[in-house]
Nanobody
Framework: QVQLVESGGGSVQVGGSLRLSCAAS????????MGWFRQAPGIGREGVAA????????WYTDSVKGRFTISQDNAKNTVYLQMNSLKPEDTAIYYC?????????????????????????WGQGTPVTVSS
C-alpha cells in the first residue's frame, strides 16, 4: 500500500522560507515522477513542481520559478520542496503526489506534470500560510 506523508508546513511572513518533505512508503520515489500541488480556498488544485527519473529532471510552474526548488533523496525515499521568498499568494494546502505512469512520456513528461490526472497517489496535505 502506497503512503505519502507530508510535513514541514506552517506559517511564515512574506519573504520567509519553508521546506516541505514527502516521505513515501510502498513506492519507489526514483521509479517514476513525483510532484507537489497546492490548493487555495475556492481555487482548483495547481501543479507547483515535479521531479522525474531519480531527480535528473524537474519542472516548475512559472509563478514559483527561481523561488522554489524540488529535490529528492532516493536513499530516504523522500521528496522535498524548498520554498524561498514566500508571498501571500503561496498560501495554500500543499499536497505531495506520486505517479506510476507520467515517466512513460519520456523527455516530454514535463508537458503533463501540472495535471493532477497524471498522478495516482496523494498525501493528506500540509498547510502553508504566508502573512504580510
Amino acid at each position: 500500500q502506497v503512503q505519502l506523508v507530508e510535513s514541514g508546513g506552517g506559517s511564515v511572513q512574506v519573504g520567509g522560507s519553508l521546506r516541505l518533505s514527502c516521505a513515501a512508503s510502498g513506492y519507489d520515489s526514483s521509479s517514476d515522477c513525483m510532484g507537489w500541488f497546492r490548493q487555495a480556498p475556492g481555487i482548483g488544485r495547481e501543479g507547483v513542481a515535479a521531479i522525474c527519473f531519480g531527480g535528473n529532471d524537474t519542472w516548475y510552474t512559472d509563478s514559483v520559478k527561481g523561488r522554489f526548488t524540488i529535490s529528492q533523496d532516493n536513499a530516504k525515499n523522500t521528496v522535498y520542496l524548498q520554498m524561498n521568498s514566500l508571498k501571500p499568494e503561496d498560501t495554500a494546502i500543499y499536497y505531495c503526489a506520486a505517479s506510476t505512469f507520467l515517466g512513460r512520456h519520456g523527455g516530454n513528461w514535463y508537458l503533463y506534470a501540472d495535471s493532477h490526472h497524471n498522478y495516482n497517489y496523494w498525501g493528506q496535505g500540509t498547510p502553508v500560510t504566508v502573512s504580510s
